[in-house]
Nanobody
Framework: EVQLQASGGGLVQSGGSLRLSCAAS????????VGWFRQAPGKGREVVSC????????YYSDSVKGRFTSSTDSATNTAYLQMRSLKPEDTAVYYC?????????????WGKGTQVTVSS
């Protein structure tokens, strides 16, 4: 059984930083791509980042490029999303997902979300 558990969300002031974690079991991030997605109130889910260590590919949406960094730790099979220079518009529920390749609209496995709130 595949399980993904996102954590690390919280309330932060504009300009601040947070690091989200995604602990995985049943898949390894050495073989599976990890995607980070978010859904703001009243909006659809959007891709934030997708990273495949196996294929050496990392994608960031334009809205977070240069501010967010995706990484994985093979020893703990945990993915991270380091978020810096946070803006109120980054407020959303953030989800991690895993798939053999980055499928922005078809990731195979999803974790429960973690709330990120950025105050102005």
């Amino acid at each position: 059984e595949v399980q993904l558990q996102a954590s690390g969300g919280g309330l932060v002031q504009s300009g601040g930083s947070l690091r989200l974690s995604c602990a995985a079991s049943g898949v390894t991030f050495d073989d599976y791509a990890v995607g980070w997605f978010r859904q703001a109130p009243g909006k659809g889910r959007e891709v934030v980042s997708c990273m495949s260590s196996r294929d050496s590919i990392t994608y960031y949406s334009d809205s977070v490029k240069g501010r967010f960094t995706s990484s994985t730790d093979s020893a703990t099979n945990t993915a991270y999303l380091q978020m810096r220079s946070l803006k109120p518009e980054d407020t959303a529920v953030y989800y991690c997902a895993a798939s053999r390749v980055c499928h922005f609209h078809g990731m195979e496995y999803w974790g429960k979300g973690t709330q990120v709130t950025v105050s102005s």
